[in-house]
């Protein structure tokens, strides 16, 4: 299983960046955007589990989580983007059925991709 992030870039704030996650292997039905900006840990941004989606409060609004099974893309939309945003955006998928923004129920990382907002 590979799982291969693009996207990232640097934006002022209040634009928008649109990331994209390709996947190998059998189509996950569970995954995620993390993210991990310098000195913290790395948190939950969405999650799409069978057509439903959750969201961390602080994108709420703004971020947008949607996949492609045909394509096996798992794609984040961010608009009115903010300083607070900036981090590497990491996709994470997992057999497991549900909606979790814990780090630690899923078992598959891609690279990650830079995402700065200035």
């Known amino acids: 299983v590979q799982l291969v992030e693009s996207g990232g870039g640097s934006v002022q704030a209040g634009g928008s960046l649109r990331l994209s996650c390709v996947f190998s292997g059998n189509v996950f039905n569970t995954m995620a955007w993390f993210r991990q900006a310098p000195g913290k840990e790395r948190e939950g941004v969405a999650t799409w589990h069978a057509g439903t989606t959750r969201y961390a409060d602080s994108v709420k609004g703004r971020f947008t989580i949607s996949r492609d099974a045909e394509k096996k893309t798992l794609s984040l939309q961010m608009d009115g983007l903010e300083p607070e945003d900036t981090a590497v955006y990491y996709c994470?998928?997992?057999?497991?059925?549900?909606?979790?923004?814990?780090?630690?129920?899923?078992?598959?990382w891609g690279q990650g991709t830079q995402v700065t907002v200035s």
């Open positions: 994470a998928a997992t057999r497991r059925p549900g909606r979790s923004l814990v780090e630690a129920n899923y078992d598959y």
